[in-house]
């Protein structure tokens, strides 16, 4: 049994979600399907984690073992060659069979992206939260998004539902930016962390926003975070705009040597 | 009868191009029904051109008359809201009745993208050529496009079939470039002309590609052009990698001072 470590970027508009439900297209079960197609083996795959429904991935990370004497260049051109044009294979690589990819995950880095002009963008309409009521300050957005940065308990940041052990995570970084030209009207929010709770970056971004558009001083967001209580945060930001950008493992966790 | 000038966006992907035809989806059919929803009336409109099937634009300019006492800024907002979101409405202003956005037509600008990468960008694989047969010397393309600036004969780019007079045309910039970092693997082709035939633009970006790839030489595109016969000229590019960029009208045109 070789294992085989992917690189995948989605457009996460017409899937429900990253997991196998009946009924349903996920990225899971279509990614499975073409793997099948390929190795004419039956593969159970596992991601750095679950991407909700309407969330994108340019950096997606997952895994699976098989019995195949493919390459990891066939294989990336088979997959692609089979897949459909929302999912595509960026790099396959060769791993230890110890490899997992959700739990060696060192860090993670999503992207949120607003769209905040008069008129929508036709072009970039799936890929964006466009927020047309009135210019966002993002500038203290940015200063209020500071005081997150560091260990703390996110719980008041985390989706109820969900069935974590602990909701103390690590962001190493946060910013938020305006674009500058003709991107002036973008504001793109990236958080950095060593894991993320349940709707996670959706509560942040809901929560800046409210900082942005002058409901709340700068002070709020952390005076949310120090609540750990999610009923005192802003609303959870539409999932269109999320992006997964980029997954890194540790160093043990790297791909077989040539 | 007060005139509108509007400019317009859309994403050409589920549209069969601009004209209204029976049973089909088109871009003026759905931008008259948005209009007759707003003003209450039913009105004709004319555009700058018509655009192809799949075919997309970023400002494309077109005008209707109508009997309405709302003001531009009024019909902005309300037309936007009825519309799709394949299509928007960047900005209108009332123009004198005797402007004409086919015939005052001053310049158009059209801008072709090129994906020059081993694997499909699922975010922009509506808008764009995936090419993927290895590298294209963007370069050279860019040196064998030159020649065509001026004022030719450019029958050997355009589509038979078409009714035109003249298939005389002046190009006033044409340029091919490579993107750099994240956009290496993108190329850009903008033509500007003070008119354009049909199929022209993609006839030249078919051309200049077989120069790209290596299958035609650097002085080939300016042969193309002297021999003012289609069949000699490289294959139509896909159309979905085509963008009405700007409509430029002359001065005499411009709307009704404040």
Redesign the interface.
């Known amino acids: 049994m070789r294992s085989f470590k992917l690189l995948i970027?989605?457009?996460g508009t017409n899937f429900f979600g990253w997991q196998t439900q009946p009924g349903r297209r996920t990225v899971q079960e279509t990614l499975e399907g073409a793997i099948a197609s390929v190795t004419g083996q039956s593969v159970h795959i596992i991601s750095s984690g679950r991407t909700d429904t309407g969330v994108?991935a340019l950096g997606q990370v997952v895994a699976f073992g098989a019995e195949t004497r493919l390459t990891p260049h066939v294989l990336?051109r088979a997959l692609?060659a089979v897949l459909p044009?929302?999912?595509?294979?960026?790099d396959v690589s060769e791993v230890h069979g110890d490899f997992h990819p959700t739990h060696d995950v060192a860090r993670k880095r999503y992207r949120y992206l607003i769209h905040n002009g008069p008129?929508?963008?036709?072009?970039r309409?799936r890929?964006c939260w466009h927020f047309n009521q009135g210019v966002l300050d993002a500038e203290a957005m940015h200063r209020a998004a500071l005081p997150l940065i560091g260990t703390h308990d996110f719980s008041s940041f985390e989706t109820a539902g969900s069935e974590r052990n602990s909701s103390v995570r690590t962001i190493f970084d946060i910013f938020v930016r305006r674009g500058s030209g003709e991107e002036k009207d973008w504001i793109t929010i990236e958080v950095e962390a060593d894991g993320f709770l349940y709707n996670m970056v959706r509560a942040i971004v809901g929560t800046l926003v409210e900082v942005g558009r002058g409901v709340e001083p700068e002070s709020w967001p952390a005076e949310v975070l120090r609540a750990a209580d999610r009923s005192v945060a802003g609303p959870t930001a539409p999932p269109q705009g999320l992006f997964l950008v980029m997954v890194d493992y540790e160093e043990r966790s790297e791909g077989i040597e040539e």
Chains 1, 2 share one sequence.
């Open positions: 970027s989605y457009d994108h990336l692609n044009q929302d999912i595509s294979v960026q008129v929508r963008d036709v072009f309409r890929y």
